[in-house]
């Protein structure tokens, strides 16, 4: 069982039990996770899916969350951005990726957390420009984790 949520011409499979939002933020970059009428131009969407309950503020590569991660948590995050940039070199990449336990590496992470493991890639799909961070909860679990984001990844349609 699952729920879909869609916003912003994304939409996600959140699995059961699991928490997500899709939203973009207001001009302020600090402002907290919210859902902003579609024809605001502001900024690009996120999407955020864990399997823990995710925090009411946090950043767009999850500041906020992570410190809350257990071991058997998973975070994944979806960032877009500008239309230009989908055909530069980095957003080369034509699909949404998945990520092998061997991606997952301490040094991916965007602040250190003693434990965990992240993974991070750059794409494109319909000409828009991707980028996704996952988050495992521990690197010494990054086998058993890693299907778990993929999971989530293969539930995400753009359009």
Not at 51 to 68: C, I, K, T
Not at 83 to 89: I, N, Q, R
Not at 97 to 109: I, L, V
């Amino acid at each position: 069982m699952s729920t879909n949520i869609e916003s912003f011409g994304i939409s996600v499979e959140v699995p059961d039990g699991w928490n997500g939002q899709i939203f973009r933020r207001p001009g302020d970059a600090g402002a907290q996770p919210q859902a902003v009428d579609e024809g605001d131009s502001s900024t690009f969407p996120v999407v955020h899916v864990g399997n823990f309950w995710l925090p009411a503020v946090r950043g767009d590569f999850g500041s906020g969350a992570v410190e809350q991660m257990s071991h058997d948590d998973v975070l994944v995050c979806l960032l877009e951005y500008e239309p230009e940039a989908a055909s530069t070199a980095l957003f080369a990449h034509e699909g949404i990726p998945r990520f092998t336990a061997g991606d997952f590496d301490p040094r991916t992470m965007q602040r250190s957390v003693a434990g965990m493991a992240g993974a991070q890639a750059f794409f494109r799909v319909n000409g828009r420009a991707f980028c996704v961070y996952a988050v495992v909860g521990s690197y010494a679990r990054r086998s058993h984790l890693a299907p778990s984001v993929n999971r989530v990844l293969e539930g995400i349609e753009i359009g």
